[in-house]
């Protein structure tokens, strides 16, 4: 923090306080929610629940959105399932600590996380409550599970969000997706969603520093603007499975690009 002015430094303060009191009350109220409602009911309450937590955390550290696409673009969220019931695979690029709380406000869907994740204080409870799916990608026998996993969940009608570069980046250039989400969209024949996210500036990029690092960056900025564009869903995902992700990986490269025309021509729109 020792970069940050006075004002930055009371910010990520306020803000990181404010998140372990929404995270823990909204934890709660969704739990008194699920108590009290029928159990045919108790996933959508579960899903209402995680789309207000993430718009509660946009609101909170001043993310202003820009949203392109079905559903999205008319505020609706994008629903988890598709043909037959199934749920879908949304597949998108990964750029920062904030595309979580904007996936969560936008897309009805369980993300597959880095394994560390479910122990960390506060972020990990939230994430395994949700019913986040952990993946270490450097060890075989997890990856396997992680796709036994997504099959499992997308069989049972809930959608499923990878970010398949594996990591985040900085910048607009999408990287080779890994293959995991694609076996599980071809065993089970779900629709692939693609889904682009781009960032006005760099500042919200998470890079070459810890994620400590990098959300007391975000935390101090007064404001961050980030827009998301979802393509139309691809429902043939048979065939090659590396021309498949390749085939997806172009289309996200290009909402991504969409999703920094919508930040640009919003920029100029309100200068």
Not at 144 to 163: C, K, P
Not at 222 to 243: H, K, L, M, N, Q
């Amino acid at each position: 923090m020792s970069g940050q002015s006075l004002v930055e430094k009371g910010r990520f303060v306020g803000r990181t306080a404010a998140f372990v009191g929404l995270t823990f009350s909204m934890y709660g109220m969704l739990e008194l929610d699920t108590a009290v409602s029928p159990a045919s009911e108790r996933e959508a309450v579960l899903h209402a629940w995680i789309r207000r937590y993430g718009e509660a955390l946009l609101k909170l550290y001043g993310v202003q959105m820009i949203a392109r696409g079905p559903h999205v673009a008319r505020g609706d969220i994008y629903p988890g399932r598709g043909a037959g019931e199934r749920g879908r695979v949304f597949v998108m690029n990964h750029r920062s600590g904030l595309d979580i709380p904007i996936c969560l406000a936008h897309i009805e869907a369980t993300i597959l996380s880095r394994a560390d994740l479910s122990g960390w204080p506060v972020i990990g409870v939230a994430a395994r409550r949700v019913g986040t799916l952990f993946v270490d990608r450097t060890n075989k026998q997890s990856g396997a599970a992680a796709i036994n996993a997504m099959t499992a969940s997308i069989e049972r009608g809930r959608a499923v969000l990878v970010y398949p570069e594996g990591t985040t980046y900085e910048g607009d250039e999408v990287r080779p997706f890994k293959p995991g989400a694609f076996l599980a969209a071809q065993r089970t024949s779900a629709e692939i969603v693609p889904v682009g996210l781009a960032y006005e500036g760099a500042a919200a990029s998470f890079g070459s520093e810890s994620f400590a690092d990098h959300m007391v960056r975000v935390s101090g900025a007064p404001r961050t603007r980030a827009a998301i564009v979802v393509g139309e869903p691809i429902v043939d995902v048979s065939g090659d499975v590396g021309e498949l992700r390749e085939r997806v990986r172009a289309e996200v490269q290009s909402l991504v690009h969409a999703a920094r025309r919508a930040l640009d021509v919003d920029g100029e729109g309100s200068s």
